[in-house]
């Protein structure tokens, strides 16, 4: 597993347009060797947008996603691979605000 892809998920959310259903997904990654190198700092927060049923996703899921190409050679959400297998948070840091994260130890 390439860590430099694996993200988190923190948000989703789905909408219908003309009887097609669409998915938003905000993740949260690392920055790539080459953005650190060019001084990047901390996390990257990203959306993706995709027609594919992506609706099993939760927040705190560590996913890897998957880009085809789409209209004029851009990349899409192809895919999403869930990795379960997951043991120990990646993003160290990063603020344990995300509901549902495995990672969080509840405070109740």
């Not at 009887?19 to 060797?33: A, N």
């Amino acid at each position: 597993m390439n860590k430099e892809k694996l993200c988190m998920v923190i948000g989703i959310s789905s909408y219908e347009k003309e009887g097609k259903k669409s998915f938003t997904v905000q993740l949260v990654g690392q920055y790539s060797q080459a953005e650190k190198e060019a001084g990047a700092v901390g996390f990257k927060v990203f959306n993706e947008w995709t027609r594919i049923d992506i609706g099993y996703l939760k927040p705190g899921d560590m996913v890897t996603p998957v880009y085809d190409r789409g209209f004029q050679d851009k990349a899409v959400l192809g895919d999403v691979i869930v990795h379960k297998d997951v043991k120990e948070n990646p993003f160290g840091d990063l603020p344990q605000v995300i509901a549902g994260n495995p990672f969080v130890k509840s405070s109740k």
